[in-house]
Structure formats: structure tokens, C-alpha cells
């Protein structure tokens, strides 16, 4: 059993940052792929990011160059660096583990307004 709790969703204004952070708690295996994925209203979940235990990663199109997913196997937490962030990156924001089995967190929202 994996948990995984979300932080550092809320409001920004477009152009702004923000730093979203999953801490995964329980069997946690260095192999897992760890992500990030969101949904909008009315759109299905996406990808947004993902990382690997060594450190490869992987981004939807939409925010390479300005979003950056971060790892730190010692704290068993991933990291969303938002850069740049535009009223389209509005979403619920979910925490994703991955290995053998799938967990997804609780979700956190970002607003970018206008």
C-alpha cells in the first residue's frame, strides 16, 4: 500500500510560479515511476510529467520548457516546479505512483487566472 498526499496547489496569476510537492508514504520502491497528471473541467486526466527512480523524466508537450518534475528518493517525494503558468494549466493536479501497482493522490488545484 502506497500513499501519496499533495501540496502547493492554489491561486496564481498568469506568468507566475508555483511548486507543487507528493509525498508517498508506505512500500516505496526506488523502480517506480512517479508522476504528475491533471484534469480540467469537463477534460479528461492527462499526463503533465513523469520520473523515474534514476532520474529520467518525461513531459506532456504542452509544458516542456516551462515545467520541471524533480525526485528525492531519500524524502520519497516528487516535486512540480510550474513556470510561466497560463489560464490553461487550470486544473486538478494528481500525484501518480507507479510499480507493480497504481496510486494516485488526492488531487490539488491550481487556478491560473487571467
Known amino acids: 500500500q502506497v500513499n501519496l498526499v499533495e501540496s502547493g496547489g492554489g491561486l496564481v496569476q498568469a506568468g507566475g510560479s508555483q511548486r507543487l510537492s507528493c509525498a508517498a508514504s508506505?512500500?516505496?520502491?526506488?523502480?517506480?515511476?512517479m508522476g504528475w497528471y491533471r484534469q480540467a473541467p469537463g477534460k479528461q486526466r492527462e499526463l503533465v510529467a513523469t520520473i523515474t527512480g534514476a532520474g529520467t523524466t518525461n513531459y506532456a508537450d504542452s509544458v516542456k520548457g516551462r515545467f520541471t518534475i524533480s525526485r528525492d528518493n531519500a524524502k520519497n517525494t516528487v516535486y512540480l516546479q510550474m513556470n510561466s503558468l497560463k489560464p490553461e494549466d487550470t486544473a486538478v493536479y494528481y500525484c501518480n505512483y507507479r510499480w507493480v501497482l497504481e496510486y494516485w493522490g488526492q488531487g490539488t488545484q491550481v487556478t491560473v487566472s487571467s
Open positions: 508506505g512500500r516505496i520502491s526506488s523502480l517506480s515511476i
